[in-house]
Each structure stands twice: as C-alpha cells, then as structure tokens.
C-alpha cells in the first residue's frame, strides 16, 4: 500500500476542504488543502526510508491545525 494512501489527513482547519499529501519531487513531503490551498510546511526526508516518516509528521502537523496560507491577515 501507498504510504499517501494509509496516513490519514484532516479536512482542511482554514476552510474544510479536502486535504492530501504530497511529495514535492525534491525529497520533500507537506499537505495541501484543494480549495483553499493552505498547507503545512514542507518536511524533508533524506532517503525513501524515512520518508514515511516525513509524510506523518506532515500529517500530524496538517492534524493538529498547524496550516499556513498566503491570504493577508493569516
């Protein structure tokens, strides 16, 4: 199974849309809201191994409400 598959993510905390993880191609994990287009900080993983890791610390930190956008004000 795909490690994006099985770490559940939240809807989104700025306006509860959908959520999902994604890697950004450059050793990097974060989550990003489809409509709103908040996200977490990107979290990097040094090797395939740890990247799982990666993606549930992104998750955790998407959970816990810890989203950031660019709308002024946030």
Do not use: R, Y
């Amino acid at each position: 199974m795909d490690i994006f598959e099985k770490i559940e993510v939240n809807d989104c905390p700025k306006c509860g849309g959908v959520a999902f993880l994604e890697d950004d191609g450059t050793n990097g994990v974060c989550v990003s809201c489809i409509d709103c287009t908040a996200h977490t900080v990107t979290i990097d993983f040094k090797s395939e191994d740890d990247k799982e890791a990666a993606a549930q610390k992104a998750a955790d930190l998407w959970n816990s409400g810890k989203a950031v956008t660019s709308h002024p004000g946030e």
